[in-house]
């Protein structure tokens, strides 16, 4: 069974940093790019960045380019997400999700499935 | 900016069908994808590629394309419904191509 499990949440400064890992079971890890996703309190789902199965390209959403990175180790099946310079706007609940897209007639298509449970990212002083 | 817009709230009683829209400029060229979120859980993927359902989704989940408007149709709604309803796409165009509709409460009367 596919399962993703994410952990490294919890509470930090702003400024400061913290590392959230999701470590994959049940699939080919190193076949499939995986996204973080999150939500902030009583907002909706917003894209924080994907990586591609072999780590050779990586993608941010403006508001945490240059703040995050996303980095993967394929050998020990983990995702991983650096949060440095934290804001309080980035406190939310920190979802992994595999990208579960194909390629058809040349074009690719991309969605999430399935996801993790999430890590909890409170950022305040 | 690339936007899908989605209502915020849709309430219908049970047995009842729901239609819950999303709207983008791209949708004409990309597929869109529904997720559901009950409170507390993890999203679940409803719906890809526009109308295909994964297994292990019940029948009464379905959805639909035209033009620039997808819609997530819930037919016999039930009390278990009730949750969060999110729609995904891509636009390759933009520098962050994955794009998520601000979501859709519904709630079940």
């Known amino acids: 069974q596919v399962h993703l499990v994410e952990s490294g949440g919890g509470v930090v400064q702003p400024g400061r940093s913290l590392r959230l890992s999701c470590a994959a079971s049940?699939?080919?890890?190193?076949?499939?790019?995986i996204h973080w996703v999150r939500r902030s309190p009583g907002k909706g789902l917003e894209w924080v960045a994907v990586?591609?199965?072999?780590?050779?390209?990586?993608f941010y959403a403006d508001s945490v380019k240059g703040r995050f990175t996303i980095s993967r180790d394929n050998s020990k099946n983990t995702l991983y997400l650096q949060m440095n310079s934290l804001k309080v706007a980035d406190t939310a609940m920190y979802y992994c999700?595999?990208?579960?897209?194909?390629?058809?007639?040349?074009?690719?298509?991309?969605?999430?499935?399935?996801w993790g449970q999430g890590t909890q990212v409170t950022v305040s002083s | 900016s690339y936007e899908l817009t989605q209502p915020p709230s849709v309430s219908v009683s049970p047995g009842q069908t729901a239609r819950i829209t999303c709207s983008g400029y791209?949708?004409?060229?990309?597929?869109a994808y529904w997720y559901q979120q009950k409170p507390g859980q993890a999203p679940v993927l409803i719906i890809y590629?526009?109308?295909v359902r994964p297994s292990g989704i019940p029948e009464r989940f379905s959805g639909s394309s035209s033009g620039t408007i997808v819609t997530l149709t819930i037919s016999g709604v039930q009390a278990e419904d009730e949750a969060d309803y999110y729609c995904?796409?891509?636009?390759?165009?933009?520098?962050?191509?994955?794009?998520f509709g601000g979501g859709t409460k519904l709630t079940v009367l």
């Open positions: 990586i591609f199965h072999d780590g050779s390209k990586n």
């Open positions: 590629k526009d109308s």
């Open positions: 995904q796409s891509t636009d390759i165009t933009i520098s962050h191509p994955w794009i």
């Open positions: 999700a595999r990208d579960a897209g194909d390629c058809v007639g040349g074009q690719c298509y991309s969605w999430f499935d399935p």
């Open positions: 791209a949708l004409p060229k990309q597929y």
């Open positions: 049940g699939f080919n890890f190193s076949n499939h790019g």
